[in-house]
């Protein structure tokens, strides 16, 4: 009787929280959890222009864009959408949107010349000192990004990433923007999205520097932005926070990955996914031991040698780096877009180029059952965002996470009803990982504030919730549906999917 009745408790309880979990999701309207904050996002390359203005040298993307084919339609980010000289109007924009903060990068060859800390440039400081101080009078908190892919080319020509003198380099970078802006920023993110512009830009061909050294450049590189980080953020922690009291970290790049079926080899090569996608690039920060994920190690040193290396392609982190890169982040900046599933079972040795992060990861990946919407660029699968979070929470002692960036590339057009599902049926998930999940997420980042050069996709994808004009001269903004949704959600602190504004021009 005594078993029958726990038994039927251990049920009943059950039941409760599957049906707390379904109904908090369906729920019609839901009140914004106090204290979250709202933003927009935005990177140098993607939005200033301004190339050679002034004594700024040219940056690898700059050099990038110039190698025929590279870029899908043939665009750069020379002229963008000529922030460097209308960045008043982009605060107009914010402000308009009612957000807390602003998330923007700043140009490493704009402010360095050299790309060394020798010789600063007055005019690419005096630039960020008037957006911050734009941004200020306007009540919008500026969060700073110093490294959003835009390295000198100088400094590449000595290697770049691969080159571990860049801890050196990035250290000193970093010195210079906190002393300049640090009295006034208190929100400092050393690199944004380390996976992508090392194995993208150092193990393929599709991000600059196209490097293309695959299994062997990437790994190096990794390993030298682990320790630049590191030194970024202990700079700022013994110098620079006593007297300026903020925060710095890092973001990472955090879609999920998962089985693509619940066969042992698939859930096995999607958790072996997880590390090679986040877990290379957070363990090191934030787990109680450090280092690289254990059987990430052991798998890149297993195909190593099985392909004739004497040693590991993936360089080693001796103790002392270990202990230098554990716990050199205040928060967890987390990046999300979507989710892939991976299969062992469809994986079959010699698909993937050898050596390379593909073959390393060892399955074959794909969307699953989901679509890419018809007019759209990325995949909506909100429940991915809720595991990645909750996989973030359970792998990392549940870090304060800060949200830096989230949102739907489509085709374009100022009418986006596919942009604000996105935005609404993720935003459901995120609070699902609060308020069910007991995650402890402080911020919320909408990438991006407006269309802008979309890397390798040039201007054809679009993420902004301002469409802009390239063939303006001043490139006018004009908000998008998506625009007037986000407003009405950051003014009414409510999710409410009934909220489908109807387009009016408005034009900045
Ligand atoms: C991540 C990058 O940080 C950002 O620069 C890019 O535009 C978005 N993802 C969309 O692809």
Request: aromatic share 14%; hydrophobic share 35%; net charge negative.
């Amino acid at each position: 009787m005594g078993c029958l009745f726990k038994f039927l408790t251990a049920v009943f309880a059950v039941l409760c929280v599957t049906a707390g979990k379904e109904l908090s999701s369906r729920a019609a309207v839901r009140k914004l959890p106090e204290g979250l904050l709202f933003g927009a996002a935005t990177a140098s390359y993607q939005i200033e222009g301004g190339w050679n203005a002034s004594d700024k040298s040219p940056s690898i993307w700059d050099t990038f864009c110039e190698i025929p084919g590279k870029i899908k339609d043939g665009t750069s980010g020379r002229d963008a959408c000529k922030s460097y000289e209308y960045y008043q109007r982009d605060v107009e924009m914010l402000k308009f949107l009612g957000v807390d903060f602003y998330r923007f990068s700043v140009s490493w060859p704009r402010v360095l010349p050299s790309g060394f800390a020798d010789k600063v440039s007055q005019d690419g400081i005096e630039y960020y000192s008037r957006l911050v101080d734009e941004l200020l009078a306007n009540g919008i908190e500026p969060s700073v990004t110093l490294y959003h892919w835009d390295l000198p080319q100088s400094l590449q020509d000595l290697g770049g990433w691969a080159n571990p003198l860049i801890a050196d380099w990035f250290e000193d970078y970093a010195r210079v923007l906190y002393d300049a802006l640090g009295d006034r920023v208190k929100l400092w993110i050393t690199l944004n999205e380390p996976k992508q512009f090392a194995i993208y830009g150092y193990g393929k061909d599709v991000f600059a520097p196209d490097i293309n050294s695959p299994g062997v450049g990437d790994y190096m590189a990794v390993k030298n932005l682990l320790m630049a980080h590191a030194r970024a953020w202990h700079l700022y922690d013994k110098e620079y926070r006593p007297k300026q009291n903020g925060n710095c970290g890092i973001t990472i790049a955090s879609d999920f990955a998962e089985g693509i079926s619940d066969s042992p080899a698939d859930v096995e090569a999607g958790n072996l996914a997880l590390d090679f996608e986040i877990g290379f690039y957070s363990h090191p920060i934030f787990s109680t031991t450090g280092g690289f994920p254990e059987k990430l190690v052991k798998r890149v040193a297993e195909r190593s040698a099985a392909q004739g290396f004497p040693r590991s392609r993936l360089p080693e982190l001796t103790k002392d780096e270990i202990d230098f890169i554990r716990g050199t982040s205040d928060f967890y900046g987390f990046n999300h877009y979507s989710t892939r599933f991976y299969s062992a079972e469809d994986y079959k040795s010699g698909m993937f180029e050898e050596p390379s992060y593909d073959d390393d990861v060892g399955a074959v990946s794909g969307r699953g059952e989901y679509t890419t919407a018809p007019n759209g660029y990325t995949t909506k699968i909100p429940a991915g965002i809720r595991k990645a979070l909750n996989w973030i929470k359970d792998s990392y002692n549940s870090p304060e996470i800060m949200i830096f960036e989230n949102g739907y590339g489509d085709y374009g057009g100022v009418n986006d009803p596919d942009r604000i599902d996105y935005y609404k049926a993720y935003l459901d998930a995120i609070l699902d990982a609060i308020e069910v999940d007991g995650c402890n997420i402080s911020r919320y980042t909408a990438w991006s504030l407006m269309d802008n050069f979309e890397w390798a996709q040039g201007l054809s994808v679009k993420f902004g919730l301002f469409e802009v004009d390239y063939e303006a001269e001043k490139r006018t903004r004009t908000a998008k549906t998506s625009a007037l949704w986000y407003r009405n959600l950051i003014a009414s602190r409510t999710l409410d999917p009934a909220d489908n504004p109807k387009y009016e021009k408005i034009e900045f």
